[in-house]
């Protein structure tokens, strides 16, 4: 470190810069104690058995609760394994009407702790009860099985199970299931919950055939994708921007790009608008093939469409030029973008630095680190190395007095 040191004051690198590179050192110390220092296990206190059990003896009072009160019992309740216990004493009150918020509730607390089995017991309840529930109540119920408790097979249980209790799934639960289980990668099922939308008294919609082609899209079934196309008219509905913005994305994925601007022009001549996102994947693909100039010039073609690009538009121009070991032209491009207000990435500046030390730009370096760390981006080690190692090469005796 000393001898980075003395080398970067010989170059007249910036003071800031300096005082990084000992933050830098000091941030990885530090951080190797406190991995190396062991954190004590936080023990189950005991007033979280002592809060339920006042809850408890609330039950206990002749008084009428009210339905509010009731659920701020429930919502109090800390220990999940006292939700049963609770709900059992309370369904011998003569004030117990059982209703949708206070199952939601309690299935909930139940789902986050993993109590199925208790679950399918307020299910079967909720039978016999004869209470109505919502499609929203479903719906809440089927996300934190998909999002919270990462159990796609019982969301997809519930959702062919809501019509038992004289409740049909609305298209955005329908969609939520199959967009979960695209996002879950359990293509397989896909299909089969698809064929099951009229049994459940679901109309398929635009949304509906866009999560089809985005799981046919991964699965690289672009001619299966496309076929679906065909299937719009059919039920009333039309492609739209999300549709053609998800098949030029499968396109430019397997550097069919010429093929996506085709597509980009079919969706204008039907009048079907891009928006930012259609543009970047264009703009994404256009770089991945090397063709930066094309992927700037689209990036100028946004606004005139009247489509303001953001930061992953330039993003991606950025990462094009870099890939192509265009290192002077990325850096005015980075330029450009902080005159904009767009801030690069950390591994842009990283790359950046890194092309401009190998064709011995120190002046460049230099301007770059300061606009890294006026962002408030540390570089790493590695990264002072790059630039030590430049610096040595362009003159040697930078070693001597830093030494």
């Known amino acids: 470190m000393v001898a980075l040191l003395g080398m970067l004051r010989n170059r007249k690198i910036s003071l800031e810069v300096l005082n990084l590179a000992m933050i830098d050192q000091r941030i990885m110390k530090s951080s190797r104690c406190i991995s190396s220092s062991s ?6 206190f005991s007033y979280v058995l002592e809060n339920d059990n006042k809850l408890l003896k609330k039950l206990d009072h002749k008084d009428w609760l009210a339905p509010n009160e009731v659920l701020k019992i429930f919502k109090s309740l800390r220990d999940p ?33 993993r109590k199925f089995d208790a679950i399918e017991g307020l299910f079967a309840r909720i039978k ?7 499609d929203e109540f479903f719906y809440r119920i089927i996300k934190i099985y998909g999002n919270v408790v990462n159990n796609p097979e019982q969301a997809i249980k519930i959702l062919f199970r809501m019509p038992d209790y004289r409740c049909w799934p609305s ?9 979960m289980l695209v996002c879950a990668k359990q293509f397989d099922v896909i299909h089969e919950v698809y064929l099951g939308a009229p049994r459940l008294g679901v109309t398929i919609d635009a949304c509906c055939f866009n999560i089809l082609i985005k799981a046919l899209c991964e699965l690289d079934k672009l001619d299966a994708a496309f076929a679906l196309l065909h299937e719009f008219p059919k039920q009333n509905c039309r492609p739209n921007t999300k549709t053609y ?18 597509l980009f022009d079919r969706m204008e001549k039907e009048d079907c608008y891009p928006d930012t996102i259609t543009f970047n994947i264009l ?10 100039d094309e992927a700037m010039n689209l990036l100028h073609q946004m606004k005139l469409k009247g489509c303001s690009p953001n930061s992953g538009s330039y ?19 980075m330029d450009r973008m902080h005159s904009e207000g767009i801030f690069p990435s950390f591994l842009s500046y990283k790359m950046l630095i890194e092309g401009l030390c190998n064709l011995n730009l120190l002046n460049s370096v230099d301007l770059v680190l300061k606009q890294m760390v006026h962002q ?15 610096m040595s090469l362009r003159n040697d005796s930078c070693i001597h007095i830093a030494y």
């Open 81 to 113: 394994e006292s939700v049963i216990t609770v709900f059992e004493k309370l369904s011998h009150r003569k004030d117990y009407k059982p209703n949708e918020p206070l199952y939601s509730v309690m299935i909930e607390k139940l789902a986050h702790a």
């Open 376 to 390: 408030g981006f540390v570089p790493r080690m590695g990264t002072w190395k790059k630039i030590l190692g430049s």
């Open 39 to 44: 954190s004590p296990a936080t023990p189950k």
């Open 315 to 333: 993003q991606a121009v950025l990462y094009g030029l870099l890939g192509c070991e265009k290192f002077v032209e990325a850096k005015d491009f």
């Open 245 to 262: 913005s998800t098949l030029m994305h499968g396109l430019c994925k397997n550097d069919r790009v010429n093929e996506a601007f085709e």
């Open 283 to 292: 703009i994404s693909g256009l770089c991945k093939q090397g063709r930066v």
């Open 128 to 134: 016999t009860e004869n209470c109505r529930l919502s």
């Open 171 to 179: 298209v955005k639960t329908f969609n939520f299931v199959l967009n």
